[in-house]
C-alpha cells in the first residue's frame, strides 16, 4: 500500500506570490493534517481535517488556508508568500479524528523556498 | 512559547553502547508523549508513545521513562546500534501534535 504522498517534491516561489501544495492520504484514511517545519525546529501544527471539514487550526495567519476533498485528499495554500515561510511542509494522516500521534503517518514533505 | 523542549542539538554514541535522548515540556495537559525518529528527505516516522498515566513503555531496544513531576522524558536506546543514526523529535499530544526542535543521534561504528 502507498504511503501518504505529497507533491510538489520541492517549489521555490518569490515574495508575494501564493503557492498550492498537496497530499494524498493512506488509503482509508480521513485525517490530514499539515505541519510546517523550519530549518532547525520541529514540526509545528498547521491544520487538521476530518471527513472534509476543519478540527484544528494552529498559531497561522490568515494567509495560511487548507481544504480536503471527497476523496480525503487535501491541499494547503499560502498566500502573500513571505521570506519566512520558507519551510518543509509536511502532511499526516490518520484514520481516526482524535489520534493520539501514533496513529499519524507523515509523507516526505515538499520543501518551499521563498527567494 | 515552546512548549516541548530538546536542549541537546546533538548526542554522539558508540556502537553499542546506550543512547539517552531527553525532552522536557511545559502544559501539563499533555495527555501522550511520543518520540519519532527523521531520516533525511523522509517524514517523520513514529517510534514508541507513552500515556501520561505511565512512567515507563518498552519496545524491543527502546525504552521511554516519563518523570510527569518534573515534567521531563527520557529515550533510551541499548544497545546503539548505526543505523539509528537520525535526528530525533519528542512530541506531545493535547488535541494535535506539539514537537521538540529534534536532536540528531549520530552512533558511531
Known amino acids: 500500500d502507498a504511503g501518504v504522498t505529497q507533491s510538489p517534491t520541492h517549489l521555490i516561489k518569490t515574495r508575494g506570490q501564493q503557492v498550492t501544495l498537496r497530499c494524498s492520504p493512506i488509503?482509508?484514511?480521513?485525517?490530514v493534517s499539515w505541519y510546517q517545519q523550519v530549518l532547525g525546529q520541529g514540526p509545528q501544527f498547521i491544520f487538521q481535517?476530518?471527513?472534509?471539514?476543519?478540527?484544528g487550526r494552529g498559531n497561522f495567519p490568515d494567509r495560511f488556508s487548507a481544504r480536503q476533498f471527497p476523496n480525503y485528499s487535501s491541499e494547503l495554500n499560502v498566500n502573500a508568500l513571505l521570506l519566512g515561510d520558507s519551510a518543509l511542509y509536511l502532511c499526516?494522516?490518520?484514520?481516526?479524528?482524535?489520534?493520539?500521534?501514533?496513529?499519524?503517518?507523515f509523507g516526505p514533505g515538499t520543501r518551499l523556498t521563498v527567494l | 512559547d515552546q512548549q516541548v523542549k530538546q536542549n541537546s542539538p546533538s548526542l554522539s554514541v558508540q556502537e553499542g553502547r546506550i543512547s539517552i535522548l531527553n525532552c522536557d515540556y511545559t502544559?501539563?495537559?499533555?495527555?501522550?508523549f511520543l518520540w519519532y525518529k527523521k531520516y533525511p528527505a523522509e517524514g517523520p516516522t513514529f517510534l514508541i508513545s507513552?500515556?501520561?498515566?505511565?512512567d515507563k513503555n518498552e519496545d524491543g531496544r527502546f525504552t521511554v521513562f516519563l518523570n510527569k513531576s518534573a515534567k521531563h522524558l527520557s529515550l533510551h536506546i541499548v544497545p546503539s546500534q548505526p543505523g539509528d543514526s537520525a535526528v530525533y523529535f519528542c512530541?506531545?499530544?493535547?488535541?494535535?501534535?506539539?514537537f521538540g526542535t529534534g536532536t540528531r543521534l549520530t552512533v558511531i561504528p
Open positions: 499526516a494522516s490518520s484514520l481516526v479524528r482524535q489520534s493520539v500521534g501514533n496513529e499519524q503517518f
Open positions: 488509503s482509508g484514511h480521513k485525517s
Open positions: 481535517y476530518y471527513e472534509k471539514e476543519e478540527r
Open positions: 502544559n501539563s495537559m499533555f495527555d501522550y
Open positions: 507513552i500515556s501520561s498515566i505511565k
Open positions: 512530541a506531545a499530544s493535547l488535541n494535535n501534535l506539539f
